[in-house]
């Protein structure tokens, strides 16, 4: 990660928005320099990306997790909005998250723990912060959603998905049907509700 100071306007804003006190955030908030991001910030002159959305995260993450799920969903454009919790997940062989680690008692109602096994070819890094890939977030959705809580938003995500790796819903059938899973048959109806 770059760790120069990024210049905006006369002002200098380090590259680790997410450090700076709520005080000189709302400053540069004011200026236009920041636009709200999710849970934090990012610059108003850079994209809003997907390194943007996790590094908007930063605050509250760990280099023990990765961001997962709707959470991730959301970072790579698949979501609009951001979910109200963020979902987590430990890196590979780290040991459970202890959320009064990530956030101080009155936030930590905020994270949605899952503690699902991943493999290091499923997770990217941004800027130090880690976030499953496009595929993972698809099937950690598809697997781990029940069907009455598989809302239009999250079947949208799936789609958004599925198009942004390349693929058609057929595709993803496929894929999914050749896993040893034990939600295989609730991931099945869920790709069925996406694409019929």
């Given at each position: 990660?770059?760790?120069?100071?990024?210049?905006?306007?006369?002002?200098?804003?380090?590259?680790?928005?997410?450090?700076?006190?709520?005080?000189?955030?709302?400053?540069?908030?004011?200026?236009?320099?920041?636009?709200?991001?999710?849970?934090?910030?990012?610059?108003?002159?850079?994209?809003?990306?997907?390194?943007?959305?996790?590094?908007?995260?930063?605050?509250?993450?760990?280099?023990?997790?990765?961001?997962?799920?709707?959470?991730?969903?959301?970072?790579?454009?698949?979501?609009?909005?951001?979910?109200?919790?963020?979902?987590?997940n430990p890196m590979?062989?780290?040991?459970?998250?202890?959320?009064?680690?990530?956030?101080?008692?009155?936030?930590?109602?905020?994270?949605?723990?899952?503690?699902?096994?991943?493999?290091?070819?499923?997770?990217?890094?941004?800027g130090g912060f880690?976030?499953?890939?496009?595929?993972?977030?698809?099937?950690?959705?598809?697997?781990?959603?029940?069907?009455?809580?598989?809302?239009?938003?999250?079947?949208?995500?799936?789609?958004?998905?599925?198009?942004?790796?390349?693929?058609?819903?057929?595709?993803?059938?496929?894929?999914?049907?050749?896993?040893?899973?034990?939600?295989?048959?609730?991931?099945?109806?869920?790709?069925?509700?996406?694409?019929?």
């Amino acid at each position: 990660m770059n760790q120069q100071p990024l210049m905006q306007g006369a002002k200098s804003i380090p590259p680790e928005i997410y450090m700076l006190k709520q005080t000189a955030l709302d400053a540069h908030h004011r200026r236009g320099e920041l636009v709200r991001c999710g849970f934090g910030y990012v610059l108003s002159s850079e994209p809003i990306s997907p390194a943007a959305r996790l590094l908007s995260y930063g605050k509250y993450l760990s280099h023990s997790v990765v961001v997962c799920s709707q959470s991730a969903a959301w970072v790579w454009g698949a979501l609009n909005t951001c979910p109200q919790k963020i979902y987590l997940n430990p890196m590979p062989g780290a040991s459970r998250i202890k959320t009064e680690k990530l956030a101080p008692l009155g936030e930590q109602h905020l994270f949605e723990l899952k503690h699902t096994r991943l493999s290091t070819p499923e997770i990217v890094s941004f800027g130090g912060f880690r976030v499953t890939t496009q595929m993972r977030t698809l099937y950690d959705i598809l697997f781990n959603t029940l069907t009455v809580e598989f809302t239009p938003k999250l079947r949208r995500a799936c789609r958004m998905l599925t198009l942004q790796l390349g693929l058609s819903g057929a595709d993803v059938r496929v894929l999914c049907a050749s896993k040893r899973h034990p939600n295989k048959v609730r991931a099945l109806s869920n790709i069925d509700l996406v694409w019929n």
